[in-house]
């Protein structure tokens, strides 16, 4: 199996992948030369913006939220809120990739 890399060491768009592989999410990838994504759809970026896990903590929960593991993921969640845990949850929903981190993390933890 392939190493895997440090979540703190990983590029935004290395972040939203692995989230979206793990979550079994397609994301469409612009192909320069034939203008399509290898799942063979004609794929325009402007017209099918795809989510920024990263960059939307949203688009994160409204995964999470489908799972039907979703509890698990809350208790993990509130064991790394700590002190204030208002504001930590804030700072999780607004800083960028810091809910996409976690979420990866838990589910690298799980092993899916
Ligand atoms: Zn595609």
Redesign the pocket.
Known sequence: MEELKPLSTMTPAEINREFAERAGI????WDDITGK?????Y?SPLRDPQPDFYADAREVLKVMMEREDYQDFIKYMESKLYGDWVAELFSHMTTPGLLAKAALQWMRERGK
């Open positions: 397609h994301l469409h990838q994504c290898r799942c063979g759809l794929y």
